[in-house]
């Protein structure tokens, strides 16, 4: 099967025999032979990187290499315990990710350091996590996807990394030109591609394109380009990425733009920042591009160990035209959410300071947040959303804080696992020898503690300070919460 994939793969590169020598072909074919290693980023919100990383190092015995391009980002190049079944990785404590697909959100230099940022095709939410890293936070991103089929992926993996200042919606992408006119700062569009980048796995095997099915995605591609770059700010960035190195999909889309809007847009030289030397083409298969395609960024695999990627970083420098059109409106009271009474925002701030000794108050100033309810339902909300987007309809948003019941907070596993690194309170250790079977989901029975059971939710941890979720303390137990959700 190897053999028949590594014979495909050669006809396939055929066609690239303009740009790569007969040795730049044997090497990427004989790169295939060898595992795409794991790429893994720690996440911000809940850890810092390099204390992180040697940690998990120790723990389970990896041998990691940095990545010069994100600081946060590294390569697990020998693993005895595999990086995606850690409690770790459930608690989104950090993400697995190839390499190359880190390279597109570090290519963005974040002024205003709390940017409006359009994600425009963001699911899985691999990306849309790493804008998150990127701002800490602070800004705001509307994570959107085009396929309805996608969304719960995408939810799931934003839900489990904590974000909160992120609202997750389901349009196609190519309307938000016409939308929101000149509204981001920043606009990440990893179009929708045919995959071929040269580098297959069990995942995604390598399959044949055909001139056809490439002419459909650029055609696509630039729409959605266009569209991104109309509801991009003047002096606003863009990256326009893909996991293909089909010029057809790349440098062809990023040129038919520099055509139409010479005067307005400016491709930044991202190539000399990398150690291996791999510019865009500036031309393919008989056609000539802009010359300035040379400062985008091919990542092929024999150069790089990772998949092949492009990128390219773009600055909006001059107005694009636009024909206005209103986006989908909802009445926001439609929602359910209300904002919180000053009664009860008073209420919960004093429960979580007296429970964990966390300053609530602080975070929603610092993190220009808003508290609301639906029913007996807490959640954090953006308050930029509240400001610029409240009548656009989304599929999620914010952060479950908890549910109020009675005059108590029951917190939910959201808060626990976002903020529990900042608790000074409220919290229990268990002993190494229960890890193992909290892990597993089972309840810790006769817990050493000094605390009076009564029913309280806690931060369970283990020696080493690690976040391993939330747990009930009730007499003579402690309820394992780890795969519930509070609301």
């Known amino acids: 099967m190897a053999g028949m994939t590594n014979e495909k793969l050669h006809e396939g590169l055929q066609r690239f025999s303009g740009v790569l020598t007969e040795k730049d072909i044997s090497q990427i074919l004989t790169i295939q032979e060898q595992p795409l290693p794991t790429g893994i980023r720690i996440n911000r919100l809940k850890a810092e990187p390099a204390e992180a990383i040697e940690a998990l190092s120790a723990r389970y015995c990896w041998q990691v290499k940095p990545l010069s391009f994100c600081d946060n980002g590294w390569v697990i190049t020998q693993a005895d315990a595999s990086p995606g079944t850690t409690i770790e990785h459930r608690l989104g404590q950090y993400y697995l990710q190839d390499a190359a697909s880190m390279v597109p959100v570090s290519l963005f230099d974040l002024h205003p350091p709390h940017p409006l940022t359009l994600d425009m095709a963001a699911s899985p939410g691999g990306k849309t996590t790493h804008l998150i890293d990127r701002s800490l936070d602070k800004g705001f991103i509307l994570a959107n996807d085009a396929s309805r089929s996608r969304i719960p992926a995408l939810r799931s993996v934003l839900s489990t990394w904590s974000g909160i200042n992120l609202a997750v919606t389901n349009y196609p992408g190519e309307a938000f030109g016409n939308w929101y006119p000149e509204t981001f700062d920043l ?276 020696r080493q300070g690690r976040n391993l979720g939330m747990g009930k303390l009730l007499p003579k137990r402690l309820r394992n919460m780890l795969l519930r959700q509070s609301v």
């Open 187 to 462: 606009v990440l569009l990893d179009a929708p591609c045919s995959m071929e980048n040269f580098r297959p796995t069990p995942n995604h095997p390598y399959r044949e394109t055909t001139v056809d099915e490439r002419s459909r995605l650029q055609e696509r591609q630039i729409q959605l380009l266009t569209s991104g770059l109309q509801c991009l700010k003047v002096g606003g960035q863009l990256v326009y990425a893909t996991c293909s190195l089909a010029p057809e999909e790349n440098e062809a889309v990023v040129d038919a733009l520099l055509h139409a809007y010479s005067d307005a847009i400016k491709i930044v030289n991202v190539a000399e920042n990398f150690e291996f030397k791999a510019p865009g083409l500036t031309g393919f298969a008989g056609q000539a591009f802009n010359p300035d395609l040379v400062n985008t960024l091919r990542l092929w695999p024999h150069l790089t160990g990772m998949s092949g990627f492009f990128c390219a970083l773009i600055i909006k420098t001059s107005h694009i035209p636009t024909q206005s059109e209103s986006p989908p409106i909802r009445d926001f009271s439609r929602t359910d959410l209300e904002k919180t009474s000053e009664n009860i925002q008073r209420d919960v701030i004093e429960q979580i300071a007296t429970n964990f000794g966390m300053d609530l108050k602080g975070i929603l100033l610092d993190y220009d947040l808003e508290l609301y309810k639906r029913h007996d339902q807490l959640f954090l909300i953006p308050g930029h959303y509240l400001r610029h987007f409240i009548t656009l309809p989304y599929e999620y948003i914010g952060l479950p804080l908890g549910r109020w019941v009675g005059n108590s907070l029951e917190p939910s596993h959201e808060f626990i696992s976002r903020f529990g690194r900042q608790f000074a309170k409220g919290i229990i250790q268990i002993r190494e020898a229960e890890v193992p079977q909290w892990i597993a989901g089972r309840d810790i029975r006769h817990p050493e503690t000094d605390l009076t059971p009564k029913g309280q939710y806690l931060l369970v941890t283990d």
